[in-house]
């Protein structure tokens, strides 16, 4: 028997908790396992976190830009960790692969130094998946960290010369059929598409809009935390970091966060010109309320009321709170804008701000860029079409409507206008030029519709064409659906 004296055993140590990087797990786990959107699961967790003073300022930041790069760039960093992993990523835990994208975010993009972003995720792993995982995580991320972005991309993103799409696919972390549907609305050469897919990129700042007859821009600005709007004399931009709740008239409702394209579009169809009445105004797809509480302050100051439907009953009941305390009438109504509650004639103006991909707001919602697949297109556009007929028919003639999307892509945008006006059967229609009725807002276009991009404009790229009903119909009763509030 050797009488070597035993090494003592290292005694078993537990994982320091980090509740900066475990709140940010709990997000992207959330995000994946119930297809939440980060901008809804991430603020109430953030708040909570703060109230209870597991998190300050500071920190709140860092799990914010964890979440949000992860997100972001998470089709780049798949492909990193294809190469860093002895099996295909689709064998990987979820859970797991989870954790490799927040490490590979800290080595890739941010300053955290790289024995940092290693160490930190591995005692994340231990916490959240155990031991053994946590050393396949360390494993995996040692070999990440032996090259920076710069140097992974090279290795493997194809020249641009070779394959244009592929490239910028890899590069600036957009599904190449997102690269090539925004390339084809934007047309132009490489600038301009580098341009809009690294503005994408870009977490935007919070934009609000004080509601007419119930704030006003001067009280969003007076504490110094918001900045005036470029473009609509409605809006405010909040300080890098700043908190919608913190102002009295977000929290009253007297305001909301609204991004400043969504303000122009609804805007643009309460200035459009008219021939005739001006009394009876219709959101066609209300929810969650941001164009309905704007339109509704407008119509109040004109004295006309403002019908606002919306199909999910859910959605309804937001629309109905958010239009609680308008200075004039204003009606919810849950409704299916392809099977309307009303009949046609009954509106002066009509918006339908249709379902859509969403590929205009790639800034705030990073993860939709890889949750839409081109398949989505066709059952959307299908939608967005009849919902633009019933539109129509529910305008007078001499009544304007405006039709928006949260999406660039032609196939959603003018090939559904030009599809429902060369169908037209029962009512007429003509283009109004949208152009004028967004006063100061620089690259516009050839018009008559409207294309806004973020790289451009610093909003959303929203699309808005108006259309002016030009044919005779039936009128009617002005609604005969349930009203959710009055």
């Given at each position: 028997?050797?009488?070597?004296?035993?090494?003592?055993?290292?005694?078993?140590?537990?994982?320091?908790?980090?509740?900066?990087?475990?709140?940010?797990?709990?997000?992207?786990?959330?995000?994946?396992?119930?297809?939440?959107?980060?901008?809804?699961?991430?603020?109430?967790?953030?708040?909570?976190?703060?109230?209870?003073?597991?998190?300050?300022?500071?920190?709140?930041?860092?799990?914010?830009?964890?979440?949000?790069?992860?997100?972001?760039?998470?089709?780049?960093?798949?492909?990193?960790?294809?190469?860093?992993?002895?099996?295909?990523?689709?064998?990987?835990?979820?859970?797991?692969?989870?954790?490799?994208?927040?490490?590979?975010?800290?080595?890739?993009?941010?300053?955290?130094?790289?024995?940092?972003?290693?160490?930190?995720?591995?005692?994340?792993?231990?916490?959240?998946?155990?031991?053994?995982?946590?050393?396949?995580?360390?494993?995996?991320?040692?070999?990440?960290?032996?090259?920076?972005?710069?140097?992974?991309?090279?290795?493997?993103?194809?020249?641009?010369?070779?394959?244009?799409?592929?490239?910028?696919?890899?590069?600036?972390?957009?599904?190449?059929?997102i690269v090539a549907a925004l390339w084809?609305?934007?047309?132009?050469?490489?600038?301009?598409?580098?341009?809009?897919?690294?503005?994408?990129?870009?977490?935007?700042?919070?934009?609000?809009?004080?509601?007419?007859?119930?704030?006003?821009?001067?009280?969003?600005?007076?504490?110094?935390?918001?900045?005036?709007?470029?473009?609509?004399?409605?809006?405010?931009?909040?300080?890098?970091?700043?908190?919608?709740?913190?102002?009295?008239?977000?929290r009253d409702g007297r305001a909301g966060?609204?991004?400043?394209?969504?303000?122009?579009?609804?805007?643009?169809?309460?200035?459009?010109?008219?021939?005739?009445?001006?009394?009876?105004?219709?959101?066609?797809?209300?929810?969650?309320?941001?164009?309905?509480?704007?339109?509704?302050?407008?119509?109040?100051?004109?004295?006309?009321?403002?019908?606002?439907?919306?199909?999910?009953?859910?959605?309804?009941?937001?629309?109905?709170?958010?239009?609680?305390?308008?200075?004039?009438?204003?009606?919810?109504?849950?409704?299916?804008?392809?099977?309307?509650?009303?009949r046609p004639g009954t509106f002066d103006?009509?918006?339908?701000?249709?379902?859509?991909?969403?590929?205009?707001?790639?800034?705030?919602?990073?993860?939709?860029?890889?949750?839409?697949?081109?398949?989505?297109?066709?059952?959307?556009?299908?939608?967005?079409?009849?919902?633009?007929?019933?539109?129509?028919?529910?305008?007078?003639?001499?009544?304007?409507?405006?039709?928006?999307?949260?999406?660039?892509?032609?196939?959603?945008?003018?090939?559904?206008?030009?599809?429902?006006?060369?169908?037209?059967?029962?009512?007429?229609?003509?283009?109004?030029?949208?152009?004028?009725?967004?006063?100061?807002?620089?690259?516009?276009?050839?018009?008559?519709?409207?294309?806004?991009?973020?790289?451009?404009?610093?909003?959303?790229?929203?699309?808005?064409?108006?259309?002016?009903?030009?044919?005779?119909?039936?009128?009617?009763?002005?609604?005969?659906?349930?009203?959710?509030?009055?």
């Amino acid at each position: 028997m050797s009488s070597r004296p035993r090494r003592p055993a290292r005694p078993y140590r537990r994982p320091r908790r980090d509740p900066v990087r475990i709140l940010a797990f709990d997000a992207l786990r959330a995000v994946d396992e119930r297809d939440a959107y980060a901008n809804l699961v991430l603020p109430p967790m953030l708040a909570r976190a703060r109230s209870t003073g597991t998190l300050d300022a500071r920190d709140a930041a860092l799990a914010t830009e964890l979440v949000y790069g992860t997100l972001r760039r998470q089709g780049t960093y798949d492909a990193v960790l294809a190469e860093c992993v002895d099996r295909p990523l689709r064998e990987v835990d979820p859970p797991v692969l989870d954790v490799l994208s927040l490490g590979a975010h800290q080595l890739l993009a941010t300053r955290i130094p790289s024995h940092a972003a290693v160490s930190a995720t591995v005692e994340l792993a231990r916490c959240v998946l155990g031991d053994g995982r946590a050393k396949f995580v360390n494993a995996v991320l040692r070999r990440v960290a032996a090259h920076d972005l710069d140097g992974w991309l090279t290795r493997l993103a194809p020249p641009y010369d070779d394959d244009p799409e592929r490239h910028l696919s890899l590069v600036h972390a957009h599904p190449r059929w997102i690269v090539a549907a925004l390339w084809d609305a934007l047309g132009g050469g490489r600038e301009g598409i580098e341009s809009l897919l690294a503005a994408d990129n870009e977490r935007p700042r919070v934009t609000l809009a004080a509601r007419p007859g119930r704030s006003t821009v001067a009280e969003l600005l007076a504490d110094g935390r918001a900045d005036p709007g470029r473009w609509s004399p409605y809006a405010a931009r909040l300080a890098e970091g700043g908190e919608p709740g913190a102002l009295d008239a977000v929290r009253d409702g007297r305001a909301g966060v609204q991004d400043e394209g969504s303000q122009l579009v609804a805007l643009a169809l309460a200035n459009a010109p008219l021939t005739g009445g001006d009394t009876r105004w219709l959101d066609g797809c209300a929810g969650p309320g941001g164009k309905a509480a704007l339109l509704a302050g407008l119509a109040a100051e004109r004295g006309a009321t403002l019908l606002a439907a919306e199909k999910q009953p859910h959605r309804a009941r937001l629309v109905a709170r958010t239009l609680a305390g308008n200075p004039g009438p204003a009606h919810t109504v849950v409704a299916d804008g392809t099977r309307p509650a009303w009949r046609p004639g009954t509106f002066d103006r009509v918006l339908v701000d249709v379902p859509c991909t969403g590929l205009g707001a790639l800034r705030r919602r990073p993860e939709a860029r890889w949750r839409r697949g081109p398949e989505d297109i066709d059952r959307l556009t299908s939608v967005q079409r009849e919902l633009l007929r019933g539109a129509l028919r529910a305008v007078r003639p001499g009544g304007v409507v405006g039709y928006a999307t949260c999406s660039p892509h032609l196939a959603e945008t003018r090939l559904v206008v030009a599809d429902v006006l060369k169908g037209l059967t029962d009512t007429g229609a003509e283009w109004v030029d949208a152009r004028p009725l967004l006063p100061g807002v620089p690259d516009l276009g050839e018009g008559p519709d409207v294309q806004l991009w973020p790289h451009l404009h610093g909003t959303d790229a929203m699309y808005l064409a108006l259309l002016r009903r030009t044919r005779q119909g039936a009128g009617g009763p002005f609604c005969r659906a349930d009203m959710l509030n009055t």
